[in-house]
């Protein structure tokens, strides 16, 4: 049994990870994964650069940024497994939810509606003389970041001028936002719906209503790791292709949730964690929902195979938002991230 130490963040995305962990399917490879949770990004990306880890669950732009030396001393990534699509959301303290639905009644309505109704909202704040809103991405080279901006664009506010945005790590964000201290953030499950069911906060848009498809979570190797050279890496992504069909069934939702809940795991309650896997969410505390069976995906029509124009896609985001790299052939790095032989490989017949 080959034994391997990979990090993640207590995140519902990281599912496959822990149901390839906890069910039997790394097992079933020849591997045993001791997983670690952490609290940031940060501090997950520094156990990869020092060697404390094997892998990790990764940012998707992270994984380019720290190929590409942007912010860190830098170390290059490959990406043999994409493990979901979206899974964010944009969430509001209630303060802030009650002067964006006054400004705007629709806001309830979807995305664009509100986005609108935060637009106004601020402008109204402007016109009293009031500080804008302050807001919360997990990291600042991120999915969540840049949704931001494409959210704050859609109210008609610039998002480098209007409001401030600044990085908590996802376990840290009601409390940052109960303090006071934040107005909202964008924040992947179950942390929208763990603020909107103890009425701390008002999810107010999807990730996937006005950026679907949207590669997040990424599980990562150091490119010079020995695992590419003794197909333990191949092992990996078997495991993680046969958990992630397992999360995707619908039958599992309650079995999977009940093991993300514990203590060692997410140490969240299991019907809140349910609900981002179902895609059908609380908004508040009021219980007003809303669903979208495509609001975090883990498996399906290629979804888990990296792709050289998913990395194009951030790239773009990264480069638009001040995240780019000057370094000759940057825009090939971030391809090489993803690149298609480990899975191909893993998976071939």
């Not at 804008?132 to 970041?145: C, D, K, M, Y």
């Not at 495509?294 to 979804?303: N, P, Q």
Request: glycine letters at 8%.
């Amino acid at each position: 049994m080959i034994e391997l130490a990979i990090g993640y963040l207590p995140l519902a995305d990281a599912a496959s990870l822990i149901v390839a962990a906890d069910f039997g399917f790394a097992e079933g490879e020849g591997l045993a994964l001791r997983l670690w949770r952490d609290v940031s990004w940060a501090n997950l990306r520094d156990k990869l650069l020092i060697g404390d880890l094997h892998a990790a669950h990764f940012l998707a732009p992270l994984a380019i940024a720290t190929s590409l030396g942007v912010g860190n001393p830098g170390l290059a990534l490959r990406a043999p497994f994409v493990l979901n699509v979206n899974g964010n959301a944009i969430t509001v303290s209630p303060q802030l939810w009650e002067e964006m639905s006054k400004a705007n009644p629709s806001a309830t309505d979807d995305a664009s509606h509100a986005a609108a109704a935060l637009g106004a909202a601020v402008k109204a704040r402007r016109a009293r003389g009031v500080e804008a809103p302050a807001f919360a991405s997990v990291f600042a080279i991120s999915s969540h970041t840049y949704m931001l901006r494409r959210f704050f664009e859609m109210g008609r506010l610039d998002p480098d001028h209007d409001l401030a945005v600044a990085v908590v790590p996802p376990p840290l964000m009601i409390a940052y936002m109960e303090r006071g201290l934040i107005d909202g953030f964008c924040v992947g499950s179950p942390w929208n719906s763990i603020a909107a069911s103890q009425g701390k906060g008002v999810i107010v848009a999807f990730g996937s209503e006005f950026m679907p498809a949207m590669p997040e979570k990424l599980l990562v190797l150091p490119e010079q790791s020995l695992l590419w050279e003794n197909e333990t890496a191949s092992r990996l992504v078997r495991a993680l292709d046969a958990a992630s069909r397992f999360v995707s069934d619908r039958a599992n939702v309650g079995a999977v949730a009940e093991r993300l809940s514990r203590p060692d795991r997410l140490d969240a309650e299991a019907d809140v964690i349910a609900l981002a896997l179902t895609g059908d969410l609380l908004l508040d505390a009021s219980g007003r929902r809303r669903s979208d069976p495509g609001f975090l995906r883990f498996a399906g029509a290629g979804l888990n195979r990296p792709a050289a124009d998913a990395a194009d896609r951030l790239y773009a985001l990264m480069r638009s938002a001040g995240h780019g790299s000057a370094r000759p052939g940057a825009e090939q790095a971030a391809r090489d991230v993803f690149g298609t032989d480990a899975y191909d490989r893993a998976l071939r017949g």
